[in-house]
């Protein structure tokens, strides 16, 4: 199935003819590396954040690489104990603080906020040049740490081994860490505020589309708990430097206190991760299936929901550290609790599908992937969450399963989506349908491969961090190897063909997808303010896809793959006023 | 490739509370996953059935239903609140250790496991040997337990953290410095099963791994009264009651006078257990558990040829029956060699610091 551009783009053989002058857009308004580097335009802080989390993800895949391999064999393959501690350490910390909890707040979130709610830019510009200037001096002292030797203490950076015993870069590594939380912070302070005070006129809250709830709800997350990581961090550095007994009890210290102020970050920190995934995946399945939201409030309040008990159940990685029995039994509840919000937001995006028109292009299918591998991901945090089953499965395979599931099945696959979804307003072109539908498809196979065999082998008691191990988890570590070279070939395909997009992809008009969302209403790629006629007024809810109307009221273009049943759009042309009925349907 | 050996469907249980794991687990898993598979199935289903071309196109403004969304909502949290409720119960049952359990000690540090029975016996259970003393590569062993007999084990950490985990037994533990933590078995299963350090401890964290080894209860016995290896490690005896009767030896200043370096006031006891006694005044005696026992209550009933009966007697309140034991496997274990110094300390007690600062001795004559 090939994408149409718009309805009367005529066969895919002729391709529109390229206008002589191209217009003014961000990309190529300036084109010195300076108008780069000082910029102080959102979008473009976007696609420099894309561009540097793209090389730590390669990197940090490079290292998972490296420890996938050497656990071919029972007795490590191809490196020692030492390069293997220092391979997943880096892995771990690349992937988290330098892909993973940037990757869709300061990539899409700076991209699409101002132009999803109608306004310029973000509220301080310059505040988020910085950030991004911030979080590469971070990059920096984190790529020094690990190409100076490496750190050897996992990204949880545990003391009293991270303070006493480890004999590697600790240092650089956790300054590396500490000084992108900065970025993270203000990325977060930036969008909520941007989200309180500048919005279009008629763009109330509860019209904002479900990806802006989302990180407001991961904004508030940033700014509340970066900080704590931030102490935490530091208490590392001066308990390693000066020798002041923080953690380490044989200078006074108490080494779960660590793990408290640790947990009371990193616990939230995978909402970071995980809830503009979500907000991603609201957005692209109710276009992609032409449906409103079924439930828009549960959702967005569902992210709330999820940001503020986030924050109550970070002793559930203690289970087995000896917290007191009762903080056990309170800390197991509220992990229960949170549970609750994310089984929300799955039924509802199911019950969206519900009698919709749905077509498979490259962004629903990473949707649906990110739905089918988060439910797995889900229901297996329900054995942590009990305790009962956590004091065998805590610390093993069952884990890393687990969060792989959550957060590559989960965020990874919404930020796929994401840049599939807005590839074509982003940088105005095309990309290969066939081959971006290819690597959805050997992404989400891939994906089960490799870590299925993980949840066996973590029940079986396989440790996490080994690389030595009994022999009969060999033919599941062979599997789950296996698995990850096909998702390795899989993660590299959309770095080819959305390259070659760029040179030779169609042309993408304003809105390809037949989108309800504000930031369809600019051209592709967007002008340096966003819209070419402000200031927009909103009349409708986010995702009016029933009645055919952006939130501007107008008439959408025809979606793609319908060009041959142009009839079921009679009666919605040209703008539609206001019609935001809520009418409670039961589905 | 060599053919890899597959894994069972369920690990092996060998201990009360992994029954309750696994009635837990599967109770946990199959309600996840009916309601897992019956999500797919809807997803799958709308996927199929409401691709475009099956449809008109045009879809209902469908904006939701309160009553699916709170039964959506509340089904679920029940569900949870069950998987929590059990889940509550199996963990109290694994925290608390009932008020019988015979206690071992066990110390985690890089990398290795080592444990302490109730009697003094040692062994390590298992680590990394290039990273190990002479004599604690010797001392390499199992961790024996008994049979459906409850067992405490509490655990302390000489430097980083460790976990101490028992798959078989679904059982695990971090091990910390400066703060105890507690864990208790019942086996219920004869057998060797892996120890695995579950919490990273730096670069031979994958070979602080060990073994347990449950034995019948009466086997667990005589392997605390010192008599049997049962461990494996080459050096049994320490710990063992043998060990124990050195340290009494030491202790009740017998040494002074049945020395190495003979003084002349008694004879070296070296090679005497089993062996022919000739006694003064003729007649001649084996030296067995009787005969050395009433030569210590009552040393002057029948000496040894050639020796004075200068020994004094000790009576039950200077040493008990059970002590009286130990001393008689400790002279039972002497061979040739092995009497100690007559300078040699009285020993610290094992487990105690091998490292201690030495305090100033307040000297008042100064």
Redesign the interface.
């Known amino acids: 199935m090939s994408i149409a551009v718009t309805s009367h783009s005529g066969p895919a053989a002729a391709p529109p003819p390229e206008p002589p002058t191209p217009p003014v857009n961000y990309l190529n308004v300036s084109h010195t590396i300076w108008s780069w580097l000082f910029t102080v335009d959102h979008k473009r802080i976007g696609i420099l954040y894309l561009v540097s989390i793209s090389i730590f993800f390669v990197a940090g895949g490079a290292a998972a690489g490296i420890v996938r391999l050497n656990l071919l064999q029972p007795d490590g393959a191809i490196v020692s104990?030492?390069a293997y501690?220092r391979a997943f350490t880096a892995h771990g910390v690349l992937m988290l603080f330098f892909f993973l909890i940037p990757a869709v707040p300061a990539v899409f979130g700076n991209f699409f906020i101002p132009m999803m709610i109608g306004t310029k830019d973000l509220a301080f510009p310059k505040l988020n040049i910085a950030s991004w200037y911030v979080f590469m001096i971070g990059a920096v002292c984190a790529v020094w740490a690990v190409l100076a030797g490496g750190i050897?203490?996992?990204w949880t950076l545990?003391p009293?081994?991270s303070t006493?015993?480890?004999q590697s870069n600790v240092i650089p590594g956790v300054m590396g860490a500490f000084i992108s939380g900065f970025s993270s912070i203000m990325t977060g302070l930036n969008i909520m505020v941007t989200v309180h005070k500048m919005r279009a006129p008629g763009m109330t809250w509860g019209r904002l589309p479900l990806f802006v709830w989302a990180l407001y709800a991961t904004s508030l997350i940033q700014l509340l708990a970066t900080p704590v990581v931030a102490i935490s961090l530091v208490l590392i550095m001066v308990e390693r430097v000066a020798g002041i007994g923080i953690f380490?009890?044989?200078i006074g210290?108490?080494?779960?206190l660590f793990q408290h102020l640790f947990w009371f970050y990193s616990h939230p920190a995978v909402y970071i991760m995980i809830l503009p995934g979500m907000g991603v995946i609201s957005e692209v399945l109710t276009c992609f299936?032409?449906?409103?939201i079924?439930?828009?409030?549960?959702i967005a309040w569902s992210s709330v929901g999820i940001a503020v008990v986030g924050f109550l159940l970070w002793a559930h990685h203690m289970?087995?550290?000896?917290i007191s029995?009762y903080a056990?039994?309170l800390f197991?509840?509220l992990s229960?609790?949170v549970?609750?919000p994310s089984?929300?937001k799955?039924?509802?995006w199911?019950?969206t599908?519900?009698?919709?028109?749905?077509?498979?292009q490259a962004p629903m299918l990473f949707s649906?992937g990110f739905?089918?591998l988060f439910?797995?991901g889900g229901?297996t945090g329900?054995?942590l969450?009990?305790?009962?089953?956590?004091?065998?499965l805590?610390?093993?395979y069952f884990v890393v399963a687990h969060f792989h599931f959550v957060m590559v099945g989960g965020m990874v696959m919404g930020y796929f989506a994401a840049l599939h979804f807005w590839w074509p307003k982003m940088t105005g072109r095309m990309y290969s349908d066939w081959w971006s539908r290819m690597a959805a498809a050997i992404i989400i196979f891939g994906f089960f491969i490799t870590f299925i065999p993980q949840f066996?082998m973590g029940?079986?008691?396989m440790?996490?961090?080994?690389?030595?191990?009994?022999?009969?988890?060999?033919?599941?570590n062979?599997m789950s190897t296996a698995g990850a070279s096909i998702l390795g070939i899989g993660y590299l395909m959309p770095a080819v063909y959305l390259t070659l997009s760029l040179f030779f992809g169609k042309r993408a008009t304003a809105n390809p997808w037949s989108a309800t969302g504000l930031e369809w209403q600019c051209p592709s790629p967007p002008v340096v303010h966003n819209f070419e006629h402000m200031p927009l007024v909103v009349v409708c809810g986010p995702y009016?896809?029933?009645?055919g109307v952006d939130q501007l009221g107008r008439g959408l273009p025809e979606p793609p793959?319908?060009q041959d049943?142009p009839?079921?759009?009679d009666g919605v042309t040209g703008p539609a006023g206001p019609m935001h009925k809520?009418?409670?349907?039961?589905? | 490739?060599t053919t890899?050996?597959?894994?069972p469907l369920i690990?092996e249980m060998a201990s009360d509370g992994a029954r309750?794991?696994e009635a837990?687990?599967w109770y946990?898993?199959l309600t996840?996953?009916a309601?897992?598979i019956g999500?797919?199935i809807?997803?799958l289903y709308?996927?199929v059935r409401?691709?475009?071309g099956q449809?008109?196109?045009?879809?209902?403004?469908?904006?939701?239903?309160?009553?699916?969304?709170l039964t959506?909502?509340l089904v679920?949290?029940f569900v949870?609140?069950t998987?929590?409720a059990?889940?509550?119960?199996?963990?109290?049952k694994?925290?608390?250790p009932p008020e019988d359990a015979t206690e071992i000690f066990v110390i985690g540090k890089?990398w290795m496991w080592k444990a302490q029975y109730p009697n003094g016996q040692r062994v390590i259970i298992g680590g990394n040997p290039r990273n190990m003393s002479e004599s604690e590569r010797q001392s390499i062993g199992k961790l024996v337990l008994p049979m459906n007999r409850p067992v405490k084990l509490t655990f302390i950490s000489e430097?980083?953290?460790h976990?101490f985990?028992v798959?078989?037994f679904?059982?695990?533990?971090?091990v910390?410095?400066?703060?105890y933590?507690q864990v208790w078995y019942q086996p219920t299963k004869l057998g060797e099963y892996?120890v695995?350090?579950?919490?990273?401890?730096?670069?031979?964290?994958?070979?602080m791994v060990g073994k347990i080894k449950v034995v019948e209860g009466k086997e667990f016995d005589e392997f605390l009264s010192g008599y049997a290896p049962l461990q494996g490690t080459q050096n049994a005896v320490d710990g063992s009651l043998a060990h124990e009767g050195r340290q009494l030896f030491l202790k009740l200043q017998c040494i002074n006078c049945h020395s190495a370096t003979p003084t002349g006031k008694a004879p070296v006891l070296e090679g005497l257990y089993g062996s022919r006694v000739p006694l003064k005044g003729g007649g001649a005696e084996i030296a067995d558990d009787a005969y050395i026992i009433e030569s210590i209550r009552r040393p002057r009933l029948k000496v040894v040829d050639g020796w004075e009966a200068i020994m004094p007697a000790y009576d039950e309140t200077q040493v008990s029956a059970e002590e009286l034991n130990a001393v008689v496997a400790y002279i039972r274990s002497l061979r040739k060699g092995t009497t100690p110094d007559r300078t040699e300390r009285f020993p610290a007690p094992n487990g105690a610091p091998t490292e201690r600062q030495q305090s100033p001795q307040p000297s008042g004559g100064k």
């Open positions: 104990e030492d501690n050897d203490t996992g545990y009293p081994y006493r015993a480890s380490d009890p044989t210290g108490d080494p779960v299936s032409r449906k409103n079924f439930g828009y409030h549960a289970f087995v550290a000896g029995f056990a039994l197991s509840l229960m609790l549970a609750v089984a929300i799955v039924f509802n199911v019950a599908l519900y009698r919709g028109s749905i077509t498979y649906l739905v089918v439910i797995v229901l329900l054995f969450a009990t305790l009962g089953t956590d004091i065998h805590h610390d093993t066996v029940y079986h008691g440790p996490r961090r080994y690389p030595n191990y009994p022999a009969e988890f060999q033919f599941l062979v009016e896809y029933a009645l793959g319908s049943d009839a079921h759009r809520e009418t409670e349907v039961v589905g | 490739m890899m050996n597959m894994l690990p309750h794991f837990l687990f946990i898993t996840s996953s309601v897992g999500v797919y809807a997803l709308f996927c409401y691709r475009r449809t008109t196109g045009s879809t209902p403004r469908i904006l939701g239903s309160v009553r699916l969304e959506w909502t679920p949290m949870f609140l998987y929590y059990w889940g509550a119960m199996v963990y109290n694994a925290v608390h890089q430097d980083v953290i976990d985990g798959p078989a679904r059982s695990k533990i971090d910390i410095p400066g703060r933590s892996h695995y350090c579950d919490q990273y401890c730096g670069t031979w964290h994958s070979l």
